[in-house]
Antibody
Framework: QVQLVQSGAEVKKPGSSVKVSCKAS????????ISWVRQAPGQGLEWMGR????????NYAQKFQGRVTITADKSTSTAYMELSSLRSEDTAVYYC??????????????WGQGTMVTVSS | SYVLTQPPSVSVAPGKTARITCGGN??????VHWYQQKPGQAPVLVIY???DRPSGIPERFSGSNSGNTATLTISRVEAGDEADYYC????????FGTGTKVTVL
């Protein structure tokens, strides 16, 4: 069974960048899309964007355009999410989640364990 | 942008039925997915494509979608069902509902 294993917690200064990784183990990586979803403390889920590794195509939620970059390394079955110009409002748990990409309305069937990113001076 | 509205909270006695709504403009024309999230844990898919259940999800969980409202129904509620529940659709991007906290009395 595929598992998504994320990198550890980060503490960052305002204005800096953070890069979170998501490694797939136990199954095929390239046949799926990997999305990034964040959750601020006590708040709901917010989709940031996704990448289709086999195609190398990424698309982003309008809110994060220009500030987020999602990449993937097929050789290591790892996806990355880099968020720049961090501010306190970016403090959140960041999840990666798997979906199909053939369907135009896929569900997220497997999730990573989450990575806490704290932005504080 | 597309908005999905859920009630903030639903309370239900053990053994009874909980219904969680997800309102959106003509949501019946979209595929709706539902997630359960317990404190400190990642979300878990409980219903996909309106009414399908992933393997391992009890039959007590069911879904429907029509008009401007999708509904997640939990029958014979158990204490372990206490969690936050989110609906999700795709518009030009992925959209999550505002979330509903289910409390088992």
């Amino acid at each position: 069974q595929v598992q998504l294993v994320q990198s550890g917690a980060e503490v960052k200064k305002p204005g800096s960048s953070v890069k979170v990784s998501c490694k797939a183990s136990g199954g095929t990586f390239s046949s799926y899309a990997i999305s990034w979803v964040r959750q601020a403390p006590g708040q709901g889920l917010e989709w940031m964007g996704r990448i289709i590794p086999i195609l190398g195509i990424a698309n982003y939620a309008q809110k994060f355009q220009g500030r987020v970059t999602i990449t993937a390394d097929k050789s290591t079955s790892t996806a990355y999410m880099e968020l720049s110009s961090l501010r306190s409002e970016d403090t959140a748990v960041y999840y990666c989640a798997r979906s199909t990409y053939i369907d135009d309305s896929p569900a997220f069937d497997i999730w990573g364990q989450g990575t806490m990113v704290t932005v504080s001076s | 942008s597309y908005v999905l509205t859920q009630p903030p909270s639903v309370s239900v006695a053990p053994g009874k039925t909980a219904r969680i709504t997800c309102g959106g403009n003509n949501i019946g024309s979209k595929s709706v997915h539902w997630y359960q999230q317990k404190p400190g844990q990642a979300p878990v898919l409980v219903i996909y494509y309106d009414s399908d259940r992933p393997s391992g999800i009890p039959e007590r969980f069911s879904g429907s979608n029509s008009g401007n409202t999708a509904t997640l129904t939990i029958s014979r509620v158990e204490a372990g069902d206490e969690a936050d529940y989110y609906c999700q659709v795709w518009d030009s991007s992925s959209v999550f509902g505002t979330g509903t906290k289910v409390t088992v009395l």
